[in-house]
């Protein structure tokens, strides 16, 4: 498995992947719905995969000496892995941003916060795009668009209830906004909820995966 | 003991069905999978790597591929038609995400194949020429110490010397390493050359599976003046050639003296056998 991540790392990754990890800083800029920003992990993702298939990397991977439901598994691996990045990045940045700035230029007009609670949102909306993108991209590799626009109508469908849930309800308006100093334990539970989610979601997204790659004709 | 043996494989796909393919390659032998093209011989091969999802057994001295499949895999060497994967990506990077899946890896035969093959491995793959992506995919198979080589027309796209020196380092192999091989190609002059034996595929069945020599000791070419002949004759794929008529006799058939017979070739046996199933299948349809 763990030749089959660095072959990952070697040979399928697209720039953008580490790139995208950048955008984190966005947490800086004024009133703006930050879960976007996850948005553009799941975009890394898409050309993964598009360089996967120009590579010709599945063929050769079955090739290799390794269990077939490993391949999409090592793939999957290295994604949450980079979404693991992401969501540590926003969440410090957030917080960098939360020490060094004003509390009122802290207050986030188009959605929440740059605080845990946002970061609880990623892992959900992360967790969501695994479980709709990879079970479908795994049955056959070669088609990505269809898999990925479905999963990305979804991921904003998600941002668009967040935003919304920032302005209708006090628990996201009051109780989960703002600095992380403030209702910490909430904030924590937010955190700790979605990060649960993301774990479950993924998971079953894994076994989905290996299941339909297992019926691949590479 | 058998190096692959192959039992029932089967793939059905809306128009074309892989039918129950069975075959073995014999331990130190060299066996060329031949058939026209969309037979089912890239599909067979596919199906003994679990590249695709078929049914049926396969196992590789011994050694079940589907309970087994990561020390099986160890022990073949695949080579496709050419390296087609990573174009963008350097030979060495490719090199180093692949040998740490063999633990057997050999850098210095490695090495020394490049140099052999006179490959650079500052290149990238899109700078390979035909040959040399063959060469590259040969150097990588044959560093892990592969003891069963599963080629799929490798030498398509080589020009005639390159043949010869792909055709010169098979044997080698199989001489001082006791390598086995099994290989797909529409060139059956490489075949007569190097191959023990032949497996025939056609319409995704196996119509032949025997040694070589067998297989053109089973046949002779006889030449008619006329198609009443060679009806009368009962040959087998009868057409058309310049002078006359062509078609395949069992090499017991008694013959007329005004008859001319010659030795087949692999190619004469697959043009008449196949215009024979052509035939059959036409008789049936209609």
Same mark, same amino acid.
């Given at each position: 498995m763990l030749n089959l991540i660095k072959k990952e790392i070697a040979l399928c990754m697209h720039p953008t992947a580490?790139?995208?990890?950048? %955008?984190?800083?966005?947490?800086?800029?004024?009133?703006?719905?930050?879960?976007?920003?996850?948005?553009? +992990?799941?975009? +890394?993702?898409?050309?993964?995969?598009?360089?996967?298939?120009?590579?010709?990397?599945?063929?050769?991977?079955?090739?290799?000496?390794?269990?077939?439901?490993?391949?999409?598994?090592? @793939?999957?691996?290295?994604?949450?892995? %980079?979404?693991?990045?992401? %969501?540590?990045?926003?969440?410090?940045?957030?917080? $960098? @941003?939360?020490?060094?700035?004003?509390?009122?230029?802290?207050?986030?007009?188009?959605?929440? +916060?740059?605080?845990?609670?946002?970061?609880?949102?990623?892992?959900?909306?992360?967790?969501?795009?695994?479980?709709?993108?990879?079970?479908?991209?795994? @049955?056959?590799?070669?088609?990505?668009?269809?898999?990925?626009?479905?999963?990305? $109508?979804?991921?904003?469908?998600?941002?668009?209830?967040?935003?919304?849930?920032?302005?209708?309800?006090?628990?996201?308006?009051?109780?989960?906004?703002?600095?992380? +100093?403030?209702?910490?334990?909430?904030?924590?539970a937010a955190l700790i909820i979605g990060v649960v989610i993301y774990i479950i979601l993924s998971a079953i997204s894994c076994k989905l995966s290996m299941r339909h790659f297992q019926r691949y004709d590479a | 003991m058998n190096a692959l043996e192959v039992k029932g494989l089967t793939k059905v796909y809306p128009e074309f069905t892989l039918d129950k393919v069975s075959f073995c390659v014999p331990k130190g032998h060299i066996s060329g999978l031949i058939g026209r093209n969309g037979a089912g011989k890239s599909t067979t091969i596919k199906g003994i790597l679990r590249l695709i999802a078929t049914e049926g057994d396969v196992a590789v001295f011994g050694r079940d591929i589907i309970k087994?499949?990561?020390? &099986?895999?160890?022990?073949?060497?695949? &080579?496709?038609?050419?390296?087609?994967?990573?174009?963008?990506?350097?030979?060495?990077?490719?090199?180093?995400?692949?040998?740490?899946?063999?633990?057997?890896?050999?850098?210095?035969?490695?090495?020394?194949?490049?140099?052999?093959?006179?490959?650079?491995?500052?290149?990238?793959?899109?700078?390979?020429?035909?040959?040399?992506? &063959?060469?590259?995919?040969?150097?990588?198979?044959?560093?892990?110490?592969?003891?069963?080589?599963?080629?799929?027309?490798?030498?398509?796209?080589?020009?005639?010397?390159s043949r010869e020196e792909f055709c010169d380092i098979i044997l080698q192999l199989v001489r001082e390493e006791g390598v086995s091989v099994l290989f797909s190609t529409h060139i059956t002059s490489d075949l007569m050359r190097i191959s023990d034996d032949i497996v025939y595929i056609s319409q995704g069945k196996i119509l032949v599976a025997c040694p070589l020599k067998e297989l053109l000791d089973k046949y002779k070419l006889a030449h008619f003046s006329s198609l009443a002949d060679a009806t009368a004759s009962k040959a087998i794929g009868v057409k058309a050639v310049k002078e006359g008529y062509e078609g395949l006799l069992p090499r017991d058939t008694q013959i007329s003296t005004n008859v001319a017979v010659t030795d087949t070739t692999i190619d004469h046996i697959i043009v008449h056998l196949e215009r024979a199933n052509e035939e059959e299948r036409y008789a049936e349809f209609n």
């Amino acid at each position: 498995m763990l030749n089959l991540i660095k072959k990952e790392i070697a040979l399928c990754m697209h720039p953008t992947a580490f790139i995208f990890l950048f %955008l984190a800083v966005l947490v800086f800029v004024p009133n703006y719905p930050y879960e976007v920003i996850f948005f553009f +992990s799941c975009l +890394s993702v898409f050309f993964c995969c598009m360089m996967t298939r120009e590579n010709g990397d599945i063929a050769f991977s079955c090739a290799l000496p390794v269990k077939k439901e490993h391949i999409p598994l090592a @793939k999957m691996l290295v994604v949450f892995g %980079l979404q693991g990045i992401i %969501l540590l990045l926003v969440g410090i940045i957030g917080a $960098v @941003k939360g020490a060094v700035l004003p509390a009122e230029q802290y207050v986030n007009q188009a959605g929440i +916060s740059a605080n845990l609670a946002l970061v609880g949102n990623g892992a959900v909306l992360l967790g969501v795009f695994n479980l709709i993108f990879f079970p479908r991209y795994f @049955k056959s590799p070669d088609k990505i668009g269809v898999p990925f626009v479905i999963g990305a $109508v979804a991921v904003f469908l998600l941002i668009g209830i967040f935003i919304v849930l920032r302005w209708a309800t006090p628990l996201y308006s009051v109780t989960l906004n703002g600095l992380n +100093s403030v209702n910490t334990g909430a904030k924590a539970a937010a955190l700790i909820i979605g990060v649960v989610i993301y774990i479950i979601l993924s998971a079953i997204s894994c076994k989905l995966s290996m299941r339909h790659f297992q019926r691949y004709d590479a | 003991m058998n190096a692959l043996e192959v039992k029932g494989l089967t793939k059905v796909y809306p128009e074309f069905t892989l039918d129950k393919v069975s075959f073995c390659v014999p331990k130190g032998h060299i066996s060329g999978l031949i058939g026209r093209n969309g037979a089912g011989k890239s599909t067979t091969i596919k199906g003994i790597l679990r590249l695709i999802a078929t049914e049926g057994d396969v196992a590789v001295f011994g050694r079940d591929i589907i309970k087994d499949e990561r020390v &099986v895999k160890q022990m073949i060497g695949y &080579v496709g038609g050419g390296f087609r994967y990573y174009p963008m990506n350097t030979l060495a990077a490719i090199r180093k995400a692949y040998s740490p899946f063999y633990p057997t890896w050999n850098q210095g035969k490695y090495e020394k194949l490049l140099v052999q093959f006179d490959l650079s491995e500052r290149k990238k793959v899109k700078e390979l020429s035909e040959g040399m992506k &063959v060469k590259f995919a040969l150097a990588l198979a044959l560093s892990h110490g592969a003891k069963l080589l599963i080629m799929d027309e490798p030498t398509s796209g080589l020009d005639p010397l390159s043949r010869e020196e792909f055709c010169d380092i098979i044997l080698q192999l199989v001489r001082e390493e006791g390598v086995s091989v099994l290989f797909s190609t529409h060139i059956t002059s490489d075949l007569m050359r190097i191959s023990d034996d032949i497996v025939y595929i056609s319409q995704g069945k196996i119509l032949v599976a025997c040694p070589l020599k067998e297989l053109l000791d089973k046949y002779k070419l006889a030449h008619f003046s006329s198609l009443a002949d060679a009806t009368a004759s009962k040959a087998i794929g009868v057409k058309a050639v310049k002078e006359g008529y062509e078609g395949l006799l069992p090499r017991d058939t008694q013959i007329s003296t005004n008859v001319a017979v010659t030795d087949t070739t692999i190619d004469h046996i697959i043009v008449h056998l196949e215009r024979a199933n052509e035939e059959e299948r036409y008789a049936e349809f209609n």
